[in-house]
């Protein structure tokens, strides 16, 4: 009989009962089994119990992509304690910002960034214990924290983990934070579980598939990949991501079946020749954390005409929301599809009302993916985890849902439309615009590689329009030519105020997005009206 899996690293032991021998994790040119992932993951619980770690407390783990870093996080969940992965672009101020801010008692690093660590994390004063891997690694002299390396911490005998419930917390997960401090969403074992058994059915996995793992683990999609391939007895493979032609490399190697990236990598993979073998075993991709170009979508569909493409949609919040099925993009390529099994997705008005069709109103999603909330930020959290009204007479308990701040609409059919991020919405002229849509035809145009639009403050129109961009490879394109095509395909209201092109790439966030928010810091002062001479 096969376990019931509650717990998130139920999904590995799971999986070990079924096969203990196949493949389930590759980094690099190694492949372990299941079983002994599992008995590594159970070592190293058993590790964290020893050395004095309590129920609930925090395991930040911050490194590349490796073996490591996936036997800390689902071990840490293990040993009845919260893993917090950290994205490895952080700089040090900000890792330790991360640590202080969930007091966390346990790193896990590799020798080389612990160095470069040290001198910021010193005012952590939670943090016992720093777990050092890597062959042979040398331990920091200091006592305090205590170090130990990875293989001494793993050296004890594998106990029984310690005692959960679903409803117990399993991550903290740190959106990027492009403006303020960042966010801790918290997640419990239900909501990981719940969210790798809802995924995986969706995009049907199963034990043959080798999913490559290329997006940042510190985010709520790069995690999926590790737990959608453990509830289906797949193997995932790590990637650290480089340049594209080295993703590629990865995906003809490994016979990859699956892979989930954002728009930036699809675009730079869609530019790259794909090898026709590809088609053999490439099952499927999907795209999350924005909008997909018409014009990215149409080129790898015609250089993968036997791969089926999944549009996404989500939020750290909530891990994921909505998905488009393939037979769907043809029709509604716009479209950010319905909810995923186990979600209910509501478009609401201000007051709490349901939209009619067509209505633009903000995505509210229900079910058991909604997260824990903010960790120790009381008022975050209360703006963004709100009550519903009660949908059953009789029922006393009040039911939260997660209200996205995203502005979406319904058809008549249920399919969902993307509009734009409350904040990222431009004012101008009376309209509401939607950058996206200024985006998509810059992208139309193949004018452009990247391109990015945003509101800044003007006089006279609430805010201008700037769009910043680069010259897409062999294209004539000048800050002239783009606007002319803007101003051909656009409303006048939609035309940019502004073009600025940029040496490729754009800015990053550290899951990978281009920085809307920091390019529009850049221009802030733009439009900026000029005192009279004379003026105080």
Not at 160 to 177: E, N, Q
Not at 307 to 332: C, H, I, N, Q, W
């Amino acid at each position: 009989m096969n376990r019931e899996v509650f717990l998130l690293h139920e999904l590995l032991l799971a999986a070990a009962e079924r096969a203990p021998h196949a493949d389930a994790l590759t980094a690099g040119s190694q492949t372990w089994g299941y079983g002994d992932l599992c008995r590594e993951m159970e070592s190293f619980a058993g590790g964290v119990r020893d050395a004095g770690l309590q129920r609930g407390d925090r395991v930040a783990i911050y490194m590349e992509k490796r073996r490591e870093a996936v036997v800390a996080s689902f071990g840490a969940a293990a040993g009845g304690c919260v893993f917090v992965p950290i994205n490895p672009l952080l700089k040090p101020a900000q890792v330790a910002y991360i640590l202080s801010d969930c007091n966390v008692r346990m790193l896990v690093t590799t020798a080389e960034r612990y160095d470069t660590l040290r001198e910021a994390i010193a005012g952590c004063t939670d943090l016992r214990h720093i777990v050092i891997v890597g062959e042979e690694a040398t331990l920091p002299a200091e006592s305090s924290p205590q170090t130990h390396s990875w293989a001494a911490l793993c050296s004890g005998s594998a106990r029984s983990t310690a005692p959960s419930v679903d409803a117990d917390m399993a991550a903290i997960l740190y959106t990027s934070g492009s403006t303020g401090k960042p966010k801790g969403v918290v997640l419990s074992h239900r909501n990981l579980v719940t969210g790798a058994r809802s995924v995986s059915s969706y995009l049907d996995n199963n034990a043959g598939d080798s999913i490559l793992a290329v997006l940042p683990l510190s985010f709520d999609a790069g995690f999926s990949q590790l737990t959608t391939a453990f509830h289906a007895g797949a193997r995932a493979v790590l990637l650290n991501y480089l340049l594209a032609k080295d993703a590629l490399k990865v995906v003809v190697r490994e016979r990859i079946t699956g892979i989930t990236g954002v728009p930036p990598i699809w675009f730079q993979l869609a530019q790259l020749e794909w090898p026709a073998s590809v088609s053999e075993h490439l099952r499927y991709i999907a795209n999350t954390g924005g909008h997909m170009p018409h014009e990215t979508l149409k080129t790898l569909r015609a250089k993968l005409p036997r791969t089926k493409p999944y549009l996404m949609y989500g939020l750290t919040e909530a891990f994921r929301s909505t998905y488009l099925p393939p037979e769907e993009v043809d029709r509604r390529p716009d479209s950010i599809g319905k909810a995923i099994p186990g979600a209910e997705i509501l478009v609401l008005r201000e007051d709490g009302t349901p939209c009619a069709p067509g209505e633009p109103g903000e995505l509210v999603h229900r079910g058991a993916l909604v997260s824990m909330g903010y960790w120790n930020d009381a008022e975050k959290t209360a703006a963004r985890f709100r009550m519903l009204p009660h949908r059953e007479q009789g029922l006393t308990l009040p039911e939260i849902a997660v209200f996205s701040g995203d502005t979406v609409r319904k058809d008549e059919e249920g399919f969902l439309y993307f509009i734009g991020r409350r904040d990222e919405m431009i004012k101008t002229s009376g309209y509401r615009v939607s950058p996206t849509e200024v985006e998509e035809v810059l992208y139309e145009s193949q004018l452009v590689g990247e391109a990015v639009a945003f509101g800044i403050p003007h006089p006279a129109l609430g805010q201008a329009i700037v769009v910043v961009a680069t010259v897409r490879e062999g294209a004539a394109a000048s800050r002239d030519t783009v606007l002319a095509e803007c101003r051909r395909r656009l409303p006048a209201y939609m035309v940019p105020a502004e073009v600025r092109l940029r040496a490729a790439p754009l800015p990053r966030n550290p899951n990978g997005k281009i920085d809307r928010k920091q390019l529009a810091a850049e221009f802030q002062d733009l439009f900026e009206p000029v005192a009279d001479a004379g003026s105080s």
